[in-house]
C-alpha cells in the first residue's frame, strides 16, 4: 500500500502571507487529488492532477505534480481566513483496490 | 441537489455495544464508499458498495460490516465496540466505481461516534 506524507503537520500564519504544502511518496501517483476539509464537515475536492509537471489553477490556489509523478505541492497565494482547514492529498493506486489512501494531512491555519 | 446525507451526526455508545451509521448517495450515485477519520491514522478506507455488493474492503477487523439497499443507500455496522473505534465515519458517493481522476468522491460531514 502506497504511503503518502504530508507537510507540515501543522502551520500558522498570518493572512496576507504566502505558503505551500507538499505531498510526497515513493511509489508513483497515477493521479493525484487534493481536498479541503473545515471542521464538522466532510473533505471536500479542490483538483485533480494526472500528468507529470501538470499545473492548475484554482483563484489563489496553485497545484504542482511533480515531473516524475511522485510528489506534489498546494502553493497559496496571499492567504485568507477562509483558506483555514485540513489539506489532504489522496491517491487511487493503479489496479489497486482499496480505495482511496489519504495523507494525514496539514492543518492550515490564517490568523487575521 | 441534496449533497451526500449522513444519519446521525453524533453518537455516543460504550464498550461492547454496536451501532449502524446511515448514509445516502446523492440522487443517481450508485457507489458509496466509508472512511474512518481518526486524528492518529488519519483517514483509512473501510469498503466500498456497488450494485448491493461489496466491491473492496480496507484493512479493518470483521466487527466493521456494511450493506447498500437497492435504492443505493448504506448502512455500516460496528459490533462490540472498543474505545479505539471512536472516530468521525464518512461517507462518500460516486456515480459508478472506480476512484481515478475521473470519479471523484463526494462526501458527506460524517458521524462522529465516541465510544465511552
Known amino acids: 500500500t502506497q504511503l503518502l506524507e504530508q507537510s507540515p503537520q501543522f502551520l500558522s500564519i498570518q493572512e496576507g502571507e504566502n505558503l505551500t504544502v507538499y505531498c510526497n511518496s515513493s511509489s508513483v501517483f497515477s493521479s493525484l487529488q487534493w481536498y479541503r476539509q473545515e471542521p464538522g464537515e466532510g473533505p471536500v475536492l479542490l483538483v485533480t492532477?494526472?500528468?507529470?509537471?501538470e499545473v492548475k489553477k484554482l483563484k489563489r490556489l496553485t497545484f504542482q505534480f511533480g515531473d516524475a509523478r511522485k510528489d506534489s505541492s498546494l502553493h497559496i497565494t496571499a492567504a485568507q481566513p477562509g483558506d483555514t482547514g485540513l489539506y489532504l492529498c489522496a491517491e487511487h493506486e493503479s489496479g489497486g483496490a482499496d480505495g482511496l489512501t489519504f495523507g494525514k494531512g496539514t492543518h492550515l491555519i490564517i490568523q487575521p | 441537489k441534496a449533497g451526500v446525507t449522513q444519519t446521525p451526526r453524533y453518537l455516543i455508545k460504550t464498550r461492547g455495544q454496536q451501532v449502524t451509521l446511515s448514509c445516502s448517495p446523492i440522487s443517481g450515485h450508485r457507489s458509496v464508499s466509508w472512511y474512518q477519520q481518526t486524528p492518529g491514522q488519519g483517514l483509512q478506507f473501510l469498503f466500498e458498495y456497488f450494485s448491493e455488493t461489496q466491491r473492496n474492503k480496507g484493512n479493518f477487523p470483521g466487527r466493521f460490516s456494511g450493506r447498500q439497499f437497492s435504492n443505493s443507500r448504506s448502512e455500516m455496522n460496528v459490533s462490540t465496540l472498543e474505545l479505539g473505534d471512536s472516530a468521525l465515519y464518512l461517507c462518500a458517493s460516486s456515480p459508478v466505481p472506480g476512484q481515478g481522476f475521473n470519479q471523484p468522491q463526494h462526501f458527506g460531514d460524517g458521524t462522529r461516534l465516541s465510544i465511552l
Open positions: 492532477v494526472v500528468t507529470g509537471g
